[in-house]
């Protein structure tokens, strides 16, 4: 049976609805960054990938910022659906805690990392998920918070956001 978070970070914008679903809230001030999640959901709906969490329901919608000197004028709201997925050991979480550090250090290259190779061996059906989602290089957030377990004991990646470089909009062209 999977382990279940009992409780969502303080602050956190996800809450746990029934069905074994949890929904996530966000909001952003970027029309650029709100085009390319559009883009990327509309993707991921078309082309399910087994290495993501399924998501259902998503919405977004433009409202009109109140106050908008200094700010932006618009505020762009979404909102998904996903599968409530279970913990993994702590031996894992930090092993792709750093896995994630190199990855943010040396991009790919991490994969060559003598002490990846040493370390692999422990965490073999790990190592093959982070090999592929490392060398697609279409995921930028990899750290211990953003891969989970689904039913079927099988990682997945719950932080579909990831997949989206608001600092380095170049990263996001395979979506374009």
Known sequence: MLNYATRFPPGAPVELLENNLVRKKFTTSSPDYMNVLVKLFN?????PDPKVVPF????????RNEYPYPYDRYIYSYQYDMLRCGLLPKEERDFIEWVGNRHEADGIDCLHHHEVNTKKHSFPKLFKFLEEVITENRYWDIHSGNIMFNEDWDYVLIDLEGFVSEHYPSKNLWLL
């Open 43 to 47: 993707y991921l709906s078309l082309n």
């Open 56 to 63: 259902y329901n998503f919405q977004f919608s433009t409202t």
